[in-house]
């Protein structure tokens, strides 16, 4: 099994910053890639951004590029989220995900592992 634990939401003012991070632990080998996905109230949860473990490779969904950035430090098993130009609409629990499915993958069905999720709120 894989357990995730996020940490580093919070409450920030439009055009703030945030860094997210998720801690892997377990059977960190099967994973193939990380992603984040948040989820607001009465919403579905979207995926927000992915990177490939072992090349680093990127993705992101069109809401958050140019803002947000995904990287990871394999050492320590952690995958960050830095959360620029912050605005009010990117408010929701956002969660980080695991899956040992390859290639580019934005469907949060095909994610195996999930973590419990962390508040983010930017007031306007």
């Known amino acids: 099994q894989v357990q995730l634990v996020e940490s580093g939401g919070g409450l920030v003012q439009a055009g703030g910053s945030l860094r997210l991070s998720c801690a892997a632990s377990?059977?960190?080998?099967?994973?193939?890639?990380m992603g984040w996905f948040r989820q607001a109230p009465g919403k579905e949860r979207d995926f927000v951004a992915t990177i490939r473990r072992s090349t680093g490779s990127t993705y992101y969904a069109d809401t958050v590029k140019g803002r947000f950035n995904i990287h990871r430090n394999n050492a320590k098993n952690t995958v960050y989220l830095q959360m620029n130009s912050l605005k009010p609409e990117d408010t929701a629990v956002y969660y980080c995900?695991?899956?040992?499915?390859?290639?580019?993958?934005?469907?949060?069905?095909?994610?195996?592992?999930w973590g419990q999720g962390t508040q983010v709120t930017v007031s306007s």
């Open positions: 995900a695991g899956t040992g499915a390859v290639g580019i993958t934005t469907n949060a069905t095909r994610y195996n592992y």
């Open positions: 377990g059977r960190t080998f099967s994973i193939y890639a």
